[in-house]
Structures are given as structure tokens and as C-alpha cells.
């Protein structure tokens, strides 16, 4: 059985940082791409960043030159550092890694102030 389980989202201000982490555990053999959605209230989720397995990367035109995705495969883990937060990046964050079939973290809150 594989789990996701991210840390790292709260409050912050405009303007502000935050760093989301997500660490798979559980039998994993190959993990291929790895990546960050968000879904904010009345909205469909959408994709944030994902980084492949040879560590290419794909970013929203909502949050490139702002967030930046990486990987250790070591690890088994993906983090999103979050810069230049604004009000519209509120939503729940959440983890996804492709294992086979996609597995899902539960979310974390991501909370912008202006």
C-alpha cells in the first residue's frame, strides 16, 4: 500500500513563502512523474507544477518564475517552494505521484492574506 503525506501549508501573507513537502512510503518499485495540484473552493483542481523521474519539469502560467518543484528519488519525496504567494494561490494543495496508477496525498491548506 503506498501513501502520500504532505506538510507544510498555513497562513501567510501576500508576498510571502511557503515550502510544501510530500513523502511516498510504502512498496515502491518505480516512481515516475511527481507533482502538485490545487483546488480552491468552487473550482475544478488544477495542475501546479510535476516533475518527471528525470527531473523535467512543467509549471502553470499562473505560477512560473513564482514556485519551483524538485524531487529526490532517494528520498521518495517532492517539495514545491512557494514564493511571491498571492490571495488567488489559496486552495488545497495536493500531492501526486504516478506509481503504477496515480496515488494521492490528503491535501494540504494553503491560506494567502492580502
Known amino acids: 500500500q503506498v501513501q502520500l503525506v504532505e506538510s507544510g501549508g498555513g497562513l501567510v501573507q501576500a508576498g510571502g513563502s511557503l515550502r510544501l513537502s510530500c513523502a511516498a512510503s510504502g512498496t515502491i518499485f518505480s516512481m515516475n512523474s511527481m507533482g502538485w495540484f490545487r483546488q480552491a473552493p468552487g473550482n475544478q483542481r488544477e495542475l501546479v507544477a510535476i516533475v518527471t523521474r528525470d527531473g523535467t519539469t512543467n509549471y502553470a502560467d499562473s505560477v512560473k518564475g513564482r514556485f519551483t518543484i524538485s524531487r529526490d528519488n532517494a528520498k521518495k519525496t517532492v517539495n514545491l517552494q512557494m514564493n511571491s504567494l498571492k490571495p488567488e494561490d489559496t486552495a488545497v494543495y495536493y500531492c501526486?505521484?504516478?506509481?503504477?496508477?496515480?496515488?494521492w496525498g490528503q491535501g494540504t491548506q494553503v491560506t494567502v492574506s492580502s
Open positions: 501526486k505521484a504516478a506509481i503504477g496508477v496515480d496515488y
